[in-house]
């Protein structure tokens, strides 16, 4: 990796923080300039629901280019998260006693300093959340292991093929999308680094470019790709093309 791939500025350290908080729980729709929930956001507590909203907010200048608000009216987190106003509105209280959060004109926005405060507690909401979901999930797994099990004896066998379409189902996120774009042939011409990163915002997925060299080494390394120098807007960069 060139030292040149490092360089990050404040705002993409910002988005780092912040697509390392929201990655798991919430996706961008751009028509309709909505947050969007997945399902990991069941079960979680109201007051990480807000941070997460309240988070995502904040990454509305790395998805689009025109100006989205990235503060909300407690009527508009309560329409989001489905917290009850009375509920929400004493959580919001104790957030901006604790300058988590700020408020102005009735409107509530992340503090950028305590981004990282974030991260930290939700980390470890979320290690706590999958421990309760691996221990709930034991029970369920032995009883779907027993089933298979026996469906199998009954059938005299299970086919490879199955299982391999279950493990397909089961992936996504990042990397996944990275591979079908070189199996789709984005990288037939040359690509630089903020190129994918675009391609990356413009269908509305946060990743800092400071992770995406992981992914084009990877992909030269494997020998799927391989890059060159080349001249892009009167300066010397890394582009990486698919490997013919």
């Known amino acids: 990796m060139a030292l040149k791939d490092l360089v990050a500025s404040k705002a993409s350290l910002a988005e780092d ?20 929930f997945t399902p990991e956001v069941h079960g979680l507590p109201n007051k990480t629901k807000i941070l997460i909203y309240l988070v995502a907010q904040q990454g509305w200048p790395y998805v689009l280019d025109e100006v989205v608000p990235v503060d909300a009216k407690p009527s508009e987190i309560e329409e989001h998260t489905n917290i009850a106003g009375g509920t929400l509105r004493p959580l919001l209280k104790e957030l901006k006693d604790r300058n988590i959060i700020s408020e102005k004109s009735g409107r509530y926005s992340v503090r950028a300093v305590a ?7 939700l980390d470890g909401t979320a290690a706590g959340s999958k421990l309760r979901k691996r221990r709930s999930g034991r029970k369920q797994k032995d009883e779907e292991e027993s089933d298979a099990a026996t469906e199998s004896a009954n059938n005299g066998e299970q086919t490879s093929s199955s299982k391999k379409r279950v493990r ?6 990042v990397a996944e999308r990275f591979q079908s774009w070189i199996d789709e042939g984005y990288f037939d011409k040359p690509k630089s ?8 915002h413009k269908e509305a997925i946060i990743v800092p470019q400071t992770s995406l060299p992981s992914y084009l080494l990877k992909g030269v390394r494997s020998g799927q790709l391989k890059r060159d120098r080349a001249e892009v807007n009167g300066k010397t960069v890394w582009v990486y093309s698919r490997k013919k």
């Open 17 to 36: 923080v912040i697509e390392r908080i929201i990655s798991d729980y919430v996706r961008f729709d751009p028509d309709h300039k909505e947050i969007v």
């Open 115 to 121: 981004l990282r405060t974030i991260q930290d507690e």
């Open 193 to 200: 680094l903020g190129d994918v990163q675009a391609r990356f």
């Open 168 to 173: 397909r189902s089961s992936g996504g996120g």
